[in-house]
């Protein structure tokens, strides 16, 4: 079975086709960082208009890619919920329309079921059941997977969310847009040591998340050192890249933890790490030693699969698809959609 994936739920624009024998086929990604980079966040509006323009150029492309015409699919899958509600009307609309012209079914998608599977897009995947991170701009969560469709909440963040909280104090740091990349490159360039931010909700029981402290503690060490600093109140490019390198080491060690915290409480040693903050360098680093300190072993998409895409949404549709699942004429998008609302297969 052949199925084109399209993924329109916040500010990126993705297509791709995945096949159930051969895997992936082509994908291709529009990202509209420059639509909003002035904004220093993502407009709704905005971004609603961008996948508009993109969505039929972009789906020419990744037939191109594939050397195969639209006659020759069997399916359509698109990003259902959650997400931005304009933005995932866009997508929904384009590919319902479309599976109704040639005949074919089509299949709403869970957002973040793409983002946990994305693993699964590797040559190396990982087994059932394992412990996923799923970590990005929108969400924070970890939960146990011991199927598709079968994923039990172990914990989430009870504000925001660990990119958004990067990308908040990114802006706070005048670091640019998108925050999390530029926040992580000037923390490169940061002092060990110099500050000492706190490791959120990992003196209480459970695995929720919490990051807005973070932000805040961020904001009142610029504060602090904007007055001591003798530099006619402004932060220098060392003070920046310390406060950053202090911020980033935070929100890792407490990932870290959590992670830790709930492969034990599972008694799994199999954890998955995915969402766009899952591409952040020391994070990768950090949970691979902790995962081997557990002997056991950790997963990622590539990093071109960690931020929205099209191929995740193509590769759950196909799962979906192959189990009988299809969407009727009307299209149900969502702006909120548990995860736990989701059909085993």
Excluded at 225 to 235: F, M, P, S
């Amino acid at each position: 079975m052949i199925v084109l994936g399209i993924e329109s739920s916040c500010d990126e624009t993705g297509l791709a086709l995945f096949d159930s024998e051969k895997g992936l086929l082509a994908h291709t990604l529009h990202s509209q960082v420059e639509v909003h980079a002035e904004y220093g966040g993502v407009v709704p509006e905005l971004a609603s208009r961008d996948h508009i323009r993109y969505l039929i150029p972009l789906m020419e492309e990744v037939f191109k890619q594939a050397g195969i015409e639209k006659s020759a699919i069997d399916g359509i899958a698109y990003t259902a919920g959650p997400g931005l509600i304009g933005a995932l009307m866009s997508g929904a609309s384009v590919g319902r329309s479309l599976a109704w012209s040639l005949g074919i079914p089509a299949v709403e998608v869970h957002h973040m079921e793409g983002h946990l599977l994305a693993p699964m897009l590797e040559d190396e995947t990982p087994e059932f059941p394992f412990v996923a991170l799923l970590v990005s701009g929108g969400h924070t969560l970890l939960a146990y997977v011991k199927g598709i469709g079968q994923y039990e909440l172990l914990g989430q963040s009870l504000d925001d969310a660990a990119g958004e909280a990067f990308d908040k104090t990114a802006k706070l740091l005048g670091l640019g847009y998108p925050g999390g990349p530029a926040l992580a490159a000037s923390a490169e360039q940061g002092e060990h040591g110099r500050f000492k931010f706190p490791r959120p909700m990992i003196d209480r029981p459970g695995l929720d998340f919490s990051f807005s402290g973070l932000k805040t503690f961020a904001l009142n060490t610029m504060q602090k050192v904007a007055r001591e600093g003798g530099n006619e109140g402004k932060l220098t490019q060392q003070d920046k890249a310390d406060i950053s390198l202090a911020f980033e080491e935070a929100v890792v060690d407490t990932l870290k933890i959590k992670c830790r915290r709930a492969l034990e409480q599972q008694q799994c040693n199999a954890l998955v790490i995915a969402g766009g903050v899952g591409a952040n360098k020391r994070l990768r680093v950090g949970l691979a030693e902790m995962i081997e300190q557990l002997d056991g072993k950790l997963h990622y998409p590539r990093v071109e699969f960690c931020t929205d895409n099209g191929a995740m949404i193509a590769q759950v549709g196909c799962f979906r698809l192959m189990a009988g699942q299809t969407q009727p004429l009307e299209i149900d998008a969502r702006a909120r959609w548990s995860m736990q609302e989701l059909e085993a297969i």
